[in-house]
């Protein structure tokens, strides 16, 4: 680790932003830039139809201001700052979007952010993928750098580095030069939300989650502020007062520009959801799933479920077996094994109303503990790539074991295109005709022949 105090950080981050290009990207780097879009704006568009963004697209557009970009779902145009956090905000209502090392979610920031702010400008498709990528590598390393010791993150877990993703990717867009991009950061930096992210596991659950919609917002203005000259603090990431220690115990300076545009942590460790609930539950989704199938075991032959993961999904609000709205039962074992095993089809189904005073739901969530695993904790603090754990099932007089180390949507388990585009068809088809629908699939399918991003957002709308 680079853990002596360096300066130039944020002088050579922003040289890679500023001089990053579309023709320098490996092929499989694009082709995962799109899945991500396709996954994300389907995101958005399942958290629009849950309804429970409704206060917040009434706000940005109460605001109203110039109508400059595009809110998913409603179509309504607002200024490209305010459609940004609203779609991202939304991307992550179903907990049904990316996570990067199953730890976190940057990827609804900075591409909500990316799309507001190429549709405003009306760029292309090459310079979107691109900024989407100078984005999400520059935030990943960012916060890999300066992720807390595992004593501090039991107590404070911040996360509030998507913000320079966002930064990144609008500089990018905006065709920024090295000062103007170390500005941004400046400028972004001094105004991030802090969030507590054991905040967000609390009960009763809090709309707000991740504070995407002012990471959107923040970042955005940030870099509009730098591009007309405002200044911010000067080489933010750098030394003993940069960013780490608003949100850590230490930093390591060589991991932010690791093989800064050599490698592709979009590539590396970034997975995609099957299953609309917190990635952490999924392993145990998996392995129920497979000993049902395999040993042909019935629903109603199951006496109980033992799922035994890490120590953090292994306390409240994992354990709650009656959650009693939707942002409660995102992070509950015991309803995301129900739902997959009852055949619920993944994504508003999940949350709708009258799951949650269902006598069978409800029944067989009792059935469903958590229990820490050892093994499983240190995993989780070592390589949190992996998404290992262990599920019993207790059945027919029997107990049939199995441990998973990666689940569907890793990396090394990646989900298929059909799985993609087979999730986006649910995801959007409530919103969006079936023909509307297939001609965006297409247009994101072929993004990098598109010569103005509005092609895109004009069918983000029914």
Not at 12 to 21: L, M, Q, R, T
Not at 213 to 236: Q, S
Not at 429 to 441: D, F, N, P, V
């Amino acid at each position: 680790m680079g853990t002596t105090p360096q300066l130039n950080v944020t002088k050579k981050i922003s040289e890679y932003v500023a001089n990053a290009e579309f023709e320098d990207l490996p092929t499989a780097v694009v082709e995962k830039v799109k899945e991500l879009i396709l996954d994300n704006v389907g995101c958005a568009f399942g958290g629009y139809a849950t309804g429970a963004d409704k206060a917040l697209i009434d706000f940005v557009k109460l605001l109203r201001g110039r109508r400059d970009s595009t809110i998913i779902g409603d179509g309504s145009k607002v200024p490209c700052c305010l459609a940004a956090g609203v779609n991202a905000q939304m991307a992550n209502i179903l907990d049904f979007d990316e996570t990067y090392r199953n730890r976190a979610h940057p990827a609804s920031s900075i591409v909500q952010s990316a799309i507001s702010v190429a549709e405003f400008l009306e760029a292309g498709g090459k310079d979107l993928i691109n900024a989407i990528v100078v984005g999400y590598e520059v935030a990943t390393r960012i916060g890999d750098a300066t992720h807390p010791s595992p004593e501090l993150m039991k107590k404070v877990w911040l996360q509030n580095w998507p913000i320079f993703g966002v930064v990144a990717a609008v500089a990018k867009l905006l065709h920024l030069d090295e000062d103007r991009i170390k500005q941004s950061f400046g400028i972004a930096g001094g105004v991030a939300p802090t969030i507590n992210v054991h905040r967000i596991l609390d009960v009763p659950g809090a709309m707000i989650k991740l504070p995407n919609f002012w990471l959107c917002e923040l970042g955005i203005n940030a870099v509009f502020l730098a591009k007309e000259g405002v200044t911010g603090f000067h080489d933010y990431f750098d030394g003993n007062k940069g960013y780490w220690v608003t949100v850590s115990d230490r930093c390591d300076w060589e991991a932010m520009t690791l093989k800064l545009g050599e490698e592709y942590n979009i590539e590396k460790f970034l997975s995609l959801k099957p299953w609309p609930t917190c990635r952490w539950i999924h392993p145990g989704i998996e392995l129920v799933l497979e000993l049902l199938q395999e040993e042909k075991i019935g629903i109603k032959d199951i006496d109980e479920i033992v799922f035994k993961a890490h120590w953090k999904v292994c306390t409240s609000p994992y354990d709650n077996p009656e959650p009693k709205t939707m942002w409660d039962a995102i992070w509950s074992v015991p309803w995301g094994i129900t739902m997959a095993v009852l055949g619920y089809e993944p994504g508003p189904e999940w949350y709708a109303k009258e799951r949650f005073t269902d006598p069978n739901v409800l029944s067989f969530a009792k059935k469903v503990k958590v229990a820490p695993d050892p093994e499983a904790s240190e995993i989780f603090e070592k390589t949190p790539e992996k998404t290992f754990a262990k599920i019993e099932l207790r059945a027919k007089g029997k107990v049939y074991s199995r441990k998973i180390e990666y689940c569907k949507g890793d990396p090394k388990k990646p989900m298929t295109k059909q799985d993609l585009k087979w999730k986006f068809r649910k995801l959007v088809g409530t919103i969006l005709s079936r023909k509307r629908t297939e001609r965006l699939i297409r247009t994101i399918d072929n993004l990098e022949c598109t010569d103005n991003v509005r092609e895109l957002t004009k069918l983000l709308k029914p």
